[in-house]
């Protein structure tokens, strides 16, 4: 029997320790928080969206998407799901491809996961942070606060910055780092936007899909669709979140967002324009037709129109001006809220660094690394849980299998 130390309890460690498990090896798994899974607690404000059906490599960002494809085709969302089946949490799918629990409960997905650990017989040293990893010869020492443990294999899966409060913070990238891997500087992602939205104030608390995009001194960076709501500091929601960790907050700024107010809407709000062109009907009220209730008057007053204006009285240049607010609404970026309110972070070792079957180290043989450890983002709607439930699962077959 071989000893086979996995860092971290959250989705990539856990899925890791079950896998190896079934090898019958004696598996240890350390967590320095007193609970494993806590992070998982959090995720899909409680109702933990698990994964998404629509997985695909190029949705994510990292130094090698081709590696990455292959890894996702090793072990992606059918396989997830199957295993998920077999260990009692049935999940299902929302019309745009998210996944949840059927018990829509995060609390609950934890609980089956503890279960499943005991019942593999994996060792759980809760409350136990290891603070430095050593290799000699074909074996690990692994040194936590008062003891010294070895292993025939180590997974790291100890996580990123994310969530500090929660106890990640890339503890394990300096041991990475003298074991000979390289670290990418962290970053907050899926992270809110601090932004200048004082010409938007009334319209805090509202929520609406838009078109987004991310521009750095009139460079496109990327772009997006989803939801955004509008906030007193700046923008919140998943069509920000998926754009935010391009936004190096250190960089000499010269961020900023184009928005589309009304992607879906904006060929049917210029037919009924058409359409009710020299009528007596209110601007207000057909807006309203497209728009969330409280943003027609905000817009209209943007585009210098009385808010009881109607089409017979409006002209083309002041529909022209009102468009543009509405589709290319400019918001100046200060930054992005930091570690605490972000879902994941950039940063790590670079995903090339990896075997992209196994995870195993290309620095270090019997070394593997799993989930958010690594440099890799996916957006919002379950990618990043299924990047460390995958990782986890091919580094504990691998890990397992000696």
Known sequence: MHTIAIIGAGPAGMMAALQAARHKNRIILFESHKQVGKKLLNTGSGRCNITNQFIAAERYTCDDVETLARTLSAFGHAELVEFLRQIAIPIFSTADGWCYPLSQSAAAVVDTFYAALSSAGVELHLGC???????????????????????????????????????SRGDCYPILHRMGHTIVPSHPALAPVVANVKALHKLQGVRVDANVQLFRNAQLLAQTTGNVLITQWGLNGPGVM?????????????????????PQGEGLLRDMMMEYRKKRWPLRTLLH???????????????????????????EDQLSVLFEFLTSFRIPITGTRDFRFAQTSTGGVP????????????????????????????????????????????????????
């Open 242 to 262: 998926d754009l935010s960790h391009h936004i190096k907050t250190e960089a000499n700024l010269g961020y900023y967002f184009l928005v589309n107010f009304i």
């Open 351 to 402: 995903f090339s660094e990896i075997d992209a079957e196994t995870m195993q180290s290309k620095k270090v043989a019997g070394l593997y690394l799993a989930g958010e450890t690594l440099d890799v983002v996916g957006p919002c709607g379950g990618f990043n849980l299924q990047f460390a439930f995958t990782t986890g699962a091919l580094a504990g077959m691998a890990a397992g299998e000696i």
């Open 129 to 167: 942070k290891i603070v430095d990893i050593r290799k000699a010869g074909d074996r690990f020492d692994l040194y936590s606060e008062n003891e010294r443990y070895q292993a025939n294999r180590v997974i790291v899966a100890a996580g990123g910055m994310a969530y500090p409060q929660l106890g």
């Open 289 to 315: 037709g497209i728009l969330p209730y409280k943003m027609p008057p905000v817009f209209m007053r943007l585009a210098s129109l009385p808010v009881q204006v109607t089409m017979a009285e409006v002209t």
